[in-house]
């Protein structure tokens, strides 16, 4: 191969930009990152970006093939882009007169906020702070310079935090300072020569002052951040792949704090909370960067609206530089309509000039995403389906749960900034270990501390909502809360948090650790005791949204319920009917309870059929309920599926007062429960077994079901299309026999009430065996529903009542990919669906196929579904919308 072919052969690794042309765009995300990729389409717009380049996301995954070793093209290729950055900036690195000064950050093709590390200010040593004192004076300088050795001595060196911290704070006491800003040049200057001691003890060789040197060293720093514990748990948390990578963004610094010209921020091009469609944001004057973000300082509202709503004093960037306010505004528009989306902006002000350091799509909150979606369609921004696919289905839970009532009591404790709506109720907890200790427990816990950082990351998602002391709107509990959906109040100053001792005071009052507190995240209240709830508004927007979602959509929602209440709630959800209706709750009634275990221990047919004429009335009347609620929406009721032992009581004393209400003698209720007793439930007598054993059990059933539909299609006139489902069925012969009982009885209802009605008979699919053998079970059966929750069982052989125990431990291993009881494991249970709703088509090519176990709320598992050509997925009724939106999802990305 000729040098010119190896050449053009030869892969690119790092991409410029600046100067008004870039080498990437923002459609080149999966290889420069998101920051990288936008940082070239807003320097492609014209827009004020510093130059820089970025270093490929290939380059860490090749890093990470090679051992932590860089490929040997990429040197070169950094030089070169280190020299563009130079003549596009007019400064060179290292350079004492006038050095470029340049930070680097990571970036991700999806938004890890505060995951992994950053450096800024390098390129500063003992010639080149010289030249940044000369042109920014001396106290600024050796500020940076000191910020500098503090930050990568850190991120790059691996020394403590605190080791810093430590001689700050003595050098401070000892000169009687309380504020950074009493600190003089010469004090800076002294600190930086503890700063370098400091390191020089703890790696035995001193701090780099080559600039080259430092700079591979925080590349290599960054890279190395992507496998860090902390990122590791956000990717598990988000669904991140670890193979994506990050990519390296080396760009020329600009200065927030050279004084009261200037200023740092971060905006949104409208409201993530509510999604109204206000320029929104804070800053701070004579600040860097990382100063808004990390909630040290609390930022000034962007804008004379926004202050006015937050009823804030400070001074808004409008009002303190009107100039580049309204450029901002400008930038904000353009960047908006060219993502056709809400932007996510970070800028910083240099001595009055503007420059953008970041776009990005804006997290968003559920409530803000519905607006937004719905807004952008209305402006003629966006379709309607690409309004369905703005939000997210998981995120819709958050809209479907309950606010504050507007006419609860509140006893305010204190009121802040609200970070991220909706409300929660639970006990006050002060350290992320101990919250997600508590949540495993089934605590309800709010996370209270003086403000977050990214080794929360756990408490945050354990916690039901999150209060910090410290840190404004873009604060790192804001913006992760928002993206968890966790209810947030940040910035509470008047709150004295004493994490250590757990207990925080605020206006005389003092609440303790295990104290009941409720948070509003919408108003920013925190408030005493468990506050009464609201319950969600489903009109309006949502409404109008999931019409363009069901419109999309060809996949059916059905819902699981068995009582009138749930069955009402899925039918507001937009249920389209029933998939399961789960006959045993039915039996747990107090009032028939007693009668269901005489039935249990009757010891002849007549004996049962006796109890069971008893049980009828019962059966027929919750029935004819859920068919008057449902209308002509199809009603799967499934027959009684668990063993009967658990009707039964199971300790001494339950048997004795059983005996004694009951007027069994307690030692056959004994040996009853004896006969009874199953040493593995989930695989005994139950199900269909029940049914083949004791026929005249669902007989009075399927005859409650076919009474039922008769007397309610004759009230409404309307038909009324009850589904029979036998359940764990594994050979035909089993449901050819309880076809045979069902037809009888529906026929000798028909007979005695001089009525037809359709009605189908059909099974589950929750056994491998029944997977395998569907070609000759669907010779009987019109349906199949896949009963994934016994079949996830089944097939890889979890108990699901057990599964607790390891399965935390088989995803952290990557042994599961996603616990397999929430989405369908497609490499097995999966599998088997495909090949049962294969086998089952082609012995009978119109059967029904649906899913009833809960992977069916699941938005992965819906997608499944859709892709397999299911007719219906039913899930709980909380669920419908997400699994309506996630169906449309599915739709319109397969097409
Ligand atoms: C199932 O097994 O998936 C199912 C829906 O039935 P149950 O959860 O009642 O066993
Ligand atoms: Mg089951």
């Known amino acids: 191969m000729s040098e010119i072919a190896m050449a053009t052969a030869e892969e690119t690794w790092v991409y410029s930009f600046g100067g008004g042309s870039a080498d990437g ?49 990429l040197a070169p290729q950094v030089e070169t882009a280190l020299a563009k950055l130079e003549a596009n900036a007019g400064k060179t690195f290292g350079d004492p007169e006038n050095p470029l000064l340049v930070s680097v950050r990571s970036g991700a093709r999806a938004s890890m ?75 800076w200057k002294e600190i930086i020569v503890q700063y370098k001691q400091a390191v020089q003890d703890a790696l035995g060789k001193p701090f780099p002052e080559d600039p080259k040197d430092q700079l591979w060293g925080a590349i290599s720093a960054v890279f190395g951040s992507w496998m860090n514990d902390r990122a590791i748990v956000y990717r598990r948390l988000n669904d991140i792949p670890h193979e994506w990578g990050t990519a390296v963004t080396v760009q020329s610094m600009v200065f927030g704090n050279m004084g ?26 004579n600040a860097q960067g990382e100063d808004v973000v990390a909630g040290i300082r609390t930022p000034a509202p962007i804008s004379k609206a926004r202050a006015e709503a937050l009823s804030s004093e400070e001074q808004s960037l409008e009002e303190a530089m009107p100039e580049v306010f309204k450029q901002l505004v400008g930038v904000a528009e353009t960047l908006e309509k060219h993502y056709r989306d809400m932007q996510d902006l970070e800028f910083t002000v240099e001595e009055s000039k503007l420059y953008m350091l970041q776009t990005r799509t804006g997290k968003r909150t559920a409530a803000a995403a519905l607006k937004l ?45 609200p970070a991220s709506p909706g409300a929660a109720v639970g006990e006050v907890v002060f350290n992320s270990d101990e919250a997600a200790a508590l949540a495993e427990r089934g605590v309800d816990v709010i996370l209270v501390r003086i403000e977050t950082s990214p080794e ?48 925080f005071r605020v206006a005389g009052r003092e609440v303790n650790k295990g104290d009941i507190i409720t948070v509003d995240g919408a108003s920013g209240e925190v408030l005493m005791g468990a506050v009464k709830m609201r319950q969600p508004d489903l009109s309006g927007d949502f409404a109008r949204l999931m019409t363009w979602a069901d419109r999309a959509r060809t996949l059916k929602v059905r819902t699981n319920a068995e009582t009138p209440a749930d069955t009402r709630t899925a039918v507001e959800f937009g249920a389209e009917g029933i998939g399961l209706c789960r006959t045993e709750h039915m039996f747990f009634d107090a009032e028939r309870i007693p009668v269901v275990r005489s039935m249990i221990l009757a010891e002849s047919e007549t004996g049962r059929r006796a109890a069971l004429d008893k049980l009828l009335p019962f059966q027929r009347e919750d029935f004819a309920e859920i068919f008057r609620i449902m209308g002509e929406r199809p009603c799967t009721i499934r027959l009684l599926d ?14 004795a007062a059983v005996a004694a209400s009951s007027g069994v003698d307690i030692d056959i209720l004994k040996r009853r429960a004896g006969e009874l007793h199953e040493s593995n439930p989930m695989l005994g007598h139950r199900g269909c077994r029940l049914g083949i054993t004791y026929p005249e059990i669902y007989e009075m059933q399927a005859r409650a079901i076919f009474e039922a539909a008769v007397q309610v299609a004759g009230e409404t006139g309307k038909g009324v299309v009850p589904e029979v489902m036998i359940p764990l069925v594994a050979t035909h012969k089993e449901l050819q026999i309880l076809k045979q009982v069902v037809d009888n009885t529906a026929r000798a209802v028909f007979a005695e009430t001089g009525t037809t009605l359709d009605y189908l008979v059909g ?81 009978r090519s119109d059967i029904k196929l649906g899913i009833c176990g809960e992977h069916g709320g699941d938005p992965a598992s819906v997608a499944f579904c859709h892709e397999s050509g299911l007719e219906y997925v039913s899930c709980s009724p909380y669920r419908v919308p997400i699994a309506r939106l996630a169906a449309a999802h599915a739709a319109l990305k397969s097409g």
């Open 373 to 417: 979606a719905v807004d952008m369609v209305d402006e003629g921004l966006i379709s309607e389906e690409e309004a369905v696919l703005r939000l997210e289905p998981a995120q819709l839970d958050q809209l479907l749960h309950p606010t504050i009532a507007e006419d609860a009591v509140r006893d305010v404790l204190v009121q802040a900034l």
């Open 260 to 285: 009261e010209t200037s200023a740092t921020g971060v905006a949104f091009t409208r409201d993530p909370s509510t999604g109204e469609n206000i320029f929104y944001g804070e800053f701070l004057i």
């Open 113 to 187: 906020p505060g995951m992994m590390d950053t450096v800024l200010n390098l390129g500063l040593n003992e010639e080149t702070v010289k030249g940044l004192a000369a042109k920014a004076g001396e106290r600024f300088a050796y500020d940076s310079y000191r910020r500098f050795i503090q930050m990568y001595g850190n991120v790059v060196l691996g020394l403590k935090h605190d080791t810093f911290e430590h001689i700050l704070d003595d050098y401070k006491e000892r000169e009687e300072y309380d504020l950074d800003t009493e600190m003089t040049a010469e004090d």
């Open 642 to 655: 668990p063993p009967l032992h658990e009707f039964l009581p199971h300790t001494d004393e339950d048997m």
């Open 456 to 503: 929360d990351i756990h408490g945050m998602h354990a916690a039901r909502a999150i209060v910090t002391a410290r840190g404004g709107m873009t604060s790192h509990a804001a913006v992760v809360a928002r993206g968890m959906g966790r209810p947030c109040v940040c910035g509470a100053g008047a709150m004295h948090v004493d994490e250590t001792a757990g207990v």
């Open 25 to 73: 765009e923002a459609s080149m995300k999966n290889l420069l990152g998101g920051k990288g990729a936008n940082l070239a389409e807003m320097a492609k717009l014209g827009l004020p970006v510093p130059p820089g380049f970025t270093i490929s996301t290939a380059v860490c995954t090749a890093f990470y093939e090679l051992d932590r070793k860089y490929p040997d093209t």
């Open 763 to 843: 099974t589950m699919i929750e056994l491998p065996r029944a997977a395998l053998q569907a070609g000759e079970i669907a010779q009987s059966a019109a349906f199949f529903s896949f009963g994934t929750n016994d079949l996830t069982q089944t097939t890889l052989g979890i108990s699901r009542d057990d599964a607790g125990r390891f399965l935390k431990a088989y995803e952290d291993l990557g042994i599961y990919e996603k616990d397999p009881f929430v989405t369908l494991d497609q490499s097995g249970v999966g599998e088997l669906v495909r090949l049962a709703a294969e086998r089952g088509r082609a012995t």
